[in-house]
């Protein structure tokens, strides 16, 4: 038997799926839209993710505003000194945290001062108003403040600001300043002054939490690499850091990477969601073609001749669909520097990458094929003989065929995400979450169906009864509309169940015993004055803890300058690096736990310092009880041994202590306190702050109100961006929710028209339509509020680990609010069988 | 005269669960090229899965079918499928056009499954024999049962077939209609020198063709040459 020509055929394989498709269009538009926007997201948050890296390290010069810094939380050693004069230091400054106070209103706010001298920045700019506030500030000594704190307080350039026992004028607003977040100035906005000043304020006291940087200019030749390779470690055995700006971009870039990747996913499961989408069209149009396969089959067109044509559709489809989820991508992400601005310590130019844009295209191809490959199987195995018969007998379901399929559908989201999420692991569990979360909505599908038909209320009326045996009457779309509506809705109340135990994380129990206001870095010789000026405004002290700085000297038998230059030890550095601020007390409090060991309340004279460290300590330096500590506690070595381990929750919004020491030790040591008192209201907490700031202008006050109301603002920011991601499940949910909707319409159409004629009324088929619909919509949307409280309690306890109580929000708003919508989409789909007569329904639509 | 179809103790058995139904037995008969021969019966006697059989859209249980002189046993699901679009043209009682294509383009699948150039000028001939030179781009929808059926024709004649079945061809026609079909189906087999293979019920339709077989039960009853023949 000869064969045909393998070009013509390829042309006529071409024609037949233009034929065959125009004709569809419509049905195919549907299939197109859950592809467009799912690729859209994937794309717009791809190219983002490109712009961000690639502005990151574009602009690494200008977010330092330097080209290294040398930093330290101490002066610099003689050591360092040397390293930096031989450098040749460009600029350099001190920062701290401190009380400013405001004499034109009384106005107090913590803020973070940056005493500057130099031209410091060297790259990038100080964005002032007036513009010239930046290049003056220097010489008339006087401050650049915070823009948004100035607003807040209603303060203009020219009137001053009183930092410690010195008072500057304001000169400007700061805008913005290199390397800077929203955020990080939010917490503590920045107040810029001239070096010159810092002695006059005398706010660098015992404890002050402080910060040296000097700042440098590279000569073109050098290579920053190797000077961090060199000089770094000579810097960490003496307390400092060097970091270059390509360093610094990188460690930036990771950062944000982790934001990109959960942006990412986000997308990609509306992407997933779509597919739910294209397999339900996909397997609806196909059905309907079986007949016209059968025909061509008699015609003499081959199994893969046939197979081929609506395989051509779909990649036709997923292209058109990948290309234009990605032009719609490109334009997207115009909005995600406005959405993410707080986030970003500099603007982000969009440029157009290839990358994101093949991947879309791709995605789109691959995701279509895949998902339609199933129902496009049914064409292979259709029997010619179907024409002569004129049956409409189920698709064969190939078994071997669809394990294959299924198996490359897992694969291929396992791929993806891996390549997303660069580790297998988080690949894997994601993978198995999705088809876990799929599996329970298709299993109570299933179940619901098989439930109705063994306990059918067969003594409901007409209206009631033809509405449930909607749900399963062969052709049914019941597993795909709760499969669309239950996922989106799981997604929806995931999300808003995230954000209720981020918030309920932070939340204060607004009652006496709970501080609300901490008063830092308090001097012993201030102590009993601080007291008796919060005691008379009729507050109590609640805690009076002494703070004690010191830094590990030597571990076990290994001294700490040895640990760092050997190559081979796995301990974090940050245990080596760190100035404990350690405390001394009897007891425990409540947020903490003995693991292991005892507790030691006091020392026991001629017996060694039994100190309580913390389970995060004892993990990342791999200690056990018994080993041996010493501290440098402020140039006095100290022996001590660890006598208990700690579980601390530091989730509680109070101070808490990786060292504790027992009492009798270190009493006598140089040290500073922390005290904290409850204020019931504003007033009270800004009359304390003012008295404390006029008397102390050392202490630093922190209202943890005010932390409050922050992190709540952060946390509405970033739930801002989930519900951004979010939207793009739910547009895909509900466009998958119409084309399901739309699949049986031909049939429902039919049938309501046959009711029609025999006499039913508009109400009884308006009932029998709705009714099916609730059904529908509330089982799916309960079973997605369902699986969102199994998966926000597991969040809850693995990454959150915070306590779990669910908001009544999801299921009084979120219930009827979706059941609403499907009821909406399914009631216009008979739109036209109520207002006109059977005949001309039928001519039409059929 | 040659032989075009050869049927040789062939045998159809369907198993449903434990249960074997047998629809067609020890059917064994031959059609000579260039013939008219036709197949009646009453309903469930096996007529359609005879018709299937020997177009090779099915497999039979037992015996042999030999078609445009190709043994069908010896023939893999997509030879047959060439062997069709070579040699074999179709017309059902329920039209079977594709309904996303017009009427031009329906006529033309199966010249343009052989690759053929000139494809629409063929077809365009073709539909004006059947007289809808006017309805080239209608789509089947907008087409009455009548011109749905002529487009048929003109469809199951475009390959030049060496052998042609027909499934019922007027079943879903009014008489007028159906005549008017038929008389165009005689008289395009008649220019074409097709071998004619009908399925119907009516025994006048029968009578006209040269040879009738007679099914009932899936067993032949007679195979008697008409009046005709």
Redesign the interface.
């Known amino acids: 038997m000869s064969k045909l020509p393998s070009k013509t055929s390829v042309k006529w394989l071409f024609k037949m799926a233009w034929r065959d498709g125009k004709a569809s269009i419509s049905r195919l538009m549907l299939f197109m839209a859950s592809i467009i926007l799912g690729i859209a997201a994937v794309v717009s948050i791809q190219l983002f993710s490109d712009n961000l890296k690639q502005n990151i390290k574009n602009q690494s010069k200008a977010l330092m505003g330097a080209d290294f810094i040398i930093d330290s939380r101490q002066l610099p050693t003689k050591k360092v000194q040397a390293i930096i004069d031989s450098l040749n230091v460009a600029a350099s400054e001190v920062n701290f945290v401190s009380m400013a106070a405001f004499p034109k209103n009384d106005g107090t706010k913590l803020v973070k001062v940056r005493a500057i001298e130099g031209n410091f920045p060297f790259y990038g700019t100080l964005d002032t108003e007036p513009v010239n506030a930046a290049s003056i500030y220097q010489e008339l000594g006087g401050a650049l403040v915070d823009a948004t704190l100035m607003l807040q307080f209603n303060i203009k350039p020219g009137d001053s600001i009183k930092l410690g026992k010195q008072t500057f004028p304001i000169i400007g607003a700061l805008k913005s300043i290199p390397g800077s977040t929203a955020f990080s100035s939010s917490v503590a906005p920045t107040v810029l002054i001239p070096f010159r000043f810092v002695d006059d304020t005398e706010l660098l006291q015992l404890g002050s939490r402080k910060e040296y940087q000097y700042f440098f200019i590279a000569p073109p030749t050098m290579d920053l690499d190797l000077l961090d390779k060199k000089i770094d470690p000579v810097l960490d055995d003496e307390n400092a850091d060097l970091d270059t700006h390509t360093s610094t971009s990188e460690r930036l870039g990771r950062r944000y990477d982790n934001v990109s990747r959960f942006l990412n996913l986000a997308a990609f499961i509306a992407l997933l969601l779509g597919c739910v989408g294209i397999a339900s069209s996909v397997h609806i149009y196909i059905k309907e073609k079986l007949q016209n396969v059968a025909v061509l089959k008699c015609l003499g067109a081959t199994r893969k001749q046939t197979f081929l044509i609506y395989l051509l559709q779909v990649v036709g489809i997923g292209l058109i669909g990948g290309v234009l989820g990605a032009v719609i991508g490109i334009g997207l992400q115009y909005a995600f520097p406005y959405i993410l601005q707080g986030f970003l310590p500099f603007d982000v130019q969009i440029a157009i990458t290839v990358q994101p844009l093949i991947i879309g295209i791709t995605l789109g191809v691959l995701m279509s094929v895949l998902f339609a490959l199933l129902p496009l199987l049914g064409t292979w195995y259709v029997s010619p003989l179907e024409v002569l018969r004129g049956t409409d007998e189920n698709l064969v379901k190939p078994r071997k065929a669809r394990l294959f399929t299924f198996a490359a559908i897992l694969l291929f989201v396992f791929l993806f995400s891996f390549w997303l999420l660069k580790d297998a692991i988080f690949g894997l569990v994601f993978t198995v979450g999705i088809l876990i979360t799929f599996s329970i909505m298709a299993g109570i599908a299933s179940l619901f169906m098989k439930a109705i038909k063994k306990y059918f209320p067969s003594n409901w009326g007409f209206t009631k009864r033809q509405s449930l045996l909607n749900l399963f009457r062969p052709n049914n779309q019941t597993m795909v509309l709760i499969l669309a509506i239950g996922l989106g809705t799981f997604l929806i109340s995931t999300l808003y169940f995230t954000k209720d135990i981020l918030l309920a994380k932070t939340s204060i129990e607004n009652n006496k015993d709970n501080a609300n206001i901490i008063l830092m870095d308090v001097q012993n010789t201030q102590k009993e004055a601080v007291i008796n000026t919060v005691l008379p405004k009729g507050l109590e002290i609640i805690d009076n803890i002494p703070i004690v700085t010191m830094r590990l000297h030597q571990i076990k038998d290994q001294l700490v300058n040895d640990i760092r230059k050997d190559t081979a030890s796995t301990m974090n550095q940050w245990i080596l690096n760190h100035e404990f601020r350690v405390t001394y007390r009897k007891s425990l409090l409540a947020s903490e736990e003995i693991l292991e060991g005892n507790w030691s309340s006091a020392v026991e004279e001629g017996k060694p310092i039994l100190i309580s460290i913390s389970d995060n300590i004892a993990r990342d330096a791999a200690l056990e009880i018994g080993d041996q500590l010493i501290f440098n506690v402020q140039g006095v070595l100290m022996e001590t041994i660890i006598g208990s381990i700690r579980k601390v929750d530091w989730g509680r919004m109070q101070l808490n202590f990786s060292v504790v020491f027992p009492t009798g030790v270190l009493e006598n040591a140089p040290q500073f306190n922390v005290l904290t008192t409850y204020v019931s209201d504003e007033a009270s907490s800004a009359d304390l702050q003012r008295d404390l700031v006029k008397k102390f202008p050392n202490i630093s006050v922190l209202d943890l109100r005010q932390v409050y109301t922050l992190i709540e603002d952060i946390l509405n920011k970033i739930s801002w961006i989930i519900n951004f991601m979010a939207f793009f499940s739910i547009l895909t949910g509900i466009i998958v929710l119409i084309g399901s909707v739309r699949n049986s319409k031909y049939q429902r159409i039919k049938e309501s028209v046959l009711l029609r004629t025999l006499g039913a009324k508009s109400k009884q088929i308006l009932q029998i339509t709705a009714l099916e619909y609730i059904y529908l919509g509330m089982l799916g949307s309960l079973v997605g509020i369902l699986l969102s409280l199994i998966s926000s309690q597991l969040l809850a306890v693995f990454l959150f680990k915070e306590p779990f109580i669910p908001s009544v929000v999801p299921f009084l708003v979120f219930l009827p609010g979706i059941t609403m919508l499907v009821l909406l989409i399914g009631l216009s789909n008979i739109r036209s069988v109520l207002k006109s007569p059977p005949l001309e329904v039928l001519r039409r639509e059929v | 005269m040659t032989k075009i179809l050869k049927i040789h103790e062939l045998e159809k058995t369907y198993t449903s669960g434990s249960k074997k139904l047998t629809v067609l037995s020890n059917i064994s008969f031959e059609v000579e090229k260039g013939s008219i021969f036709s197949i009646v019966g009453p309903s469930g006697s096996g007529k359609?899965t005879l018709?299937?059989l020997c177009?090779g859209?099915?497999n039979p249980s037992a015996g042999s079918i030999e078609l445009c002189g190709s043994n069908l046993e010896n023939?893999n699901?997509?030879?047959r499928?060439?062997?069709?679009?070579?040699e074999?043209g179709?017309i059902?009682q329920?039209f079977?056009?594709?309904?996303?294509?017009t009427a031009l383009?329906n006529v033309i699948?199966?010249l343009?499954?052989?690759?053929e150039r000139n494809a629409a000028k063929v077809g365009m001939e073709l539909l004006q024999k059947v007289g809808l030179a006017d309805r080239f781009h209608h789509?089947p929808s907008q087409l009455s049962g009548g011109e749905q059926q002529r487009v048929a024709l003109a469809?199951a004649f475009s390959?030049k077939p060496s052998i042609l079945f027909a499934?019922e061809p007027t079943g879903n026609l009014d008489e007028e209609t159906g005549e008017k079909v038929i008389q165009l189906l005689f008289q395009l087999n008649k220019e074409a020198g097709t071998t004619l293979i009908i399925i119907t019920h009516d025994l006048d339709l029968a009578n006209r063709t040269q040879q009738i077989l007679r099914l009932k039960g899936g067993k032949i009853m007679s195979n008697e040459k008409t009046i005709a023949g």
């Open positions: 359609t018709l299937g177009a859209l099915d023939l699901e997509d030879e499928a060439q062997l069709r679009n070579k074999v179709f059902f329920n079977q056009l594709l309904p996303t294509l383009e699948v199966p343009e499954l052989q690759g789509y469809r390959n499934d």
